[in-house]
């Protein structure tokens, strides 16, 4: 062997015992045990669903542990307690948690952890030193179990239903109410035009201001009695613009022309049709108390709100209503002038 | 028999007096007109929405003449079906300005006698600002039409027009 060959052979022949004491992937035959070498990949089953089991993370001090999650991290609702704050590095992102205790946990030592994902699953972990026979985990990988996604499936299922049985529920006592509700039977009688059938007279009529570019021609008629303690306005729209108007959404608040203070009045609507399609024509029959729409001395007014469900909820129409809207004339004083 | 409806209703009303204020005296409704009626479930005080001047159904203010007038329903009226032409005169001299219906033309081109008023705000008639001799100005193109048993004379409440 020439010179120059043996002087390259012999670091390649003191490299080979090393390479033969190189550590397999998962079982390192011949290192002795040191509980700090990280292990590759341990992967975890959330079997129960979110708070039903607290899962070991096995940490080390200055040694990394990668926590691999099933889904997005919500990064406010996770965190460490137990004063581990000041003990751990933490990297937060996307479906990962990269951890690094600052220094060695004691034995027996645990730092409890919550880990929120952005669906609102909690996962419940503790961090500990690993246990005699066990190695520090550098990587962990979480995943849901078949049984878990049964059991969330059942519960989005279960509050999916309870909210529509909320729903049903609203709207059955708003039925009811709307029942036994004089206000609503007024309502409904004026709104088919059976007005003669009511206590109610026809007070007065007006055109009001819809849109300012006269897309909406409205004509107000006002009803009053002086035996019912009732008032109702029908309004009469005829929708020339290229939108379809939702009359269901009237509102009826007072305002007092001395204080800045606005108020809902409580009001029995009904609509027909409840929203007018462009190019047709819809009634809307507003029926309140007129103590609670003008006060006591009736010195006050109402605005008339009309918003849109089609476009985040702007305002589609506005009116102005006052007192002598639903003026009655005052016959025992022998006034019979009504302008 | 249209053109003859037609002719009465241009000519009917031509002849009433005035009042000292130059609104029209009370008129007693034309013949058969009040049973006509009752045939479409009218009675008086049943009012519906219409435009004053067939030919000028945009929003806003409108300027009327002394004269016949062709107005049109908006809508259903009890029976009476939507889009009714309506024949009648006006008076602008008064106070308010007065417009009496005599008679009215169906979807069906039936011409039927008529008795119904004009209204606005909150009584018979229609607020005006006063424009040169024989016209006047009406804020709203828009109007109501009240049955009526007779026409009328002088101001009166819608109020009192109520079913009794």
Known sequence: ?339 | MLRAWAFLALCVGCGVPLRPDGSPVEEKCPDRARETMESFGLRPGDHETIYIDVNRQERGPLVVYDGPIESVTWEPMKNLPGNVRLYGRIWTGGPRVVIRYYSARLPDGKVIPFCAMAAYGTGLGIPKTPGRPGSAAVESSLAFVSVMDRFRAGPVPLWDLRQP
């Open chain 1, 1 to 339: 062997m020439t010179e120059p060959c043996r002087t390259l052979s012999l670091p390649l022949l003191m490299l080979v015992p090393l390479l033969a004491n190189a550590e397999e992937p998962g079982e390192p035959p011949c290192w002795p045990e040191n509980p700090n070498r990280p292990r590759v990949v341990r992967y975890l089953w959330i079997d129960r669903g979110p708070m039903d089991k607290v899962v070991d993370i096995y940490v080390a001090g200055g040694v990394p542990t990668i926590i691999g999650l099933p889904a997005k991290l919500h990064s406010r609702g996770t965190g460490i307690g137990g004063g581990g704050q000041r003990r751990f590095d933490v990297l937060k992102g996307g479906r990962q948690i990269l951890l690094t205790p600052t220094q060695d946990l004691a034995d027996g030592e645990r730092f409890p952890m919550w880990v929120t994902l952005a669906d609102g699953m909690v996962i419940s972990l503790s961090l500990t030193r690993a246990p005699e026979g066990q190695r520090t985990d550098g990587e962990v990988q979480l995943q849901r179990s078949a049984e878990w996604a049964e059991v969330a499936g059942l519960r989005a299922q279960l509050v999916s239903m309870t909210e529509k049985a909320k729903g049903f529920e609203l709207s059955l006592q708003q039925a009811l109410r709307e029942r036994e509700s004089q206000q609503y039977a007024l309502a409904d009688l004026i709104v088919r035009g059976h007005v003669d059938l009511t206590s109610l007279a026809w007070a007065a009529g007006r055109e009001i201001p819809g849109t300012v570019d006269g897309s909406r021609m409205i004509s107000l008629r006002t009803y009053a009695s002086h035996r019912a303690k009732e008032i109702a306005a029908l309004l009469k729209v005829e929708n020339r613009s290229p939108r379809p108007l939702d009359l269901s959404t009237g509102r009826v608040y007072r305002f007092s022309t001395s204080a800045a203070a606005d108020d809902r009045v409580p009001v029995a609507l009904r609509a027909q049709p409840a929203i007018v399609p462009p190019g047709g024509t819809g009634h809307v029959v507003l029926v309140m108390d007129r103590e609670q729409a003008f006060g006591p001395d009736s010195d006050e007014k109402v605005l008339l709100h009309f918003l849109s469900t089609h476009q985040g909820g702007s305002l589609e129409l506005s009116a102005e209503l006052a007192p002598k809207d639903f003026a009655i004339p005052d016959t025992s004083a022998g006034s019979r002038e009504p302008f």
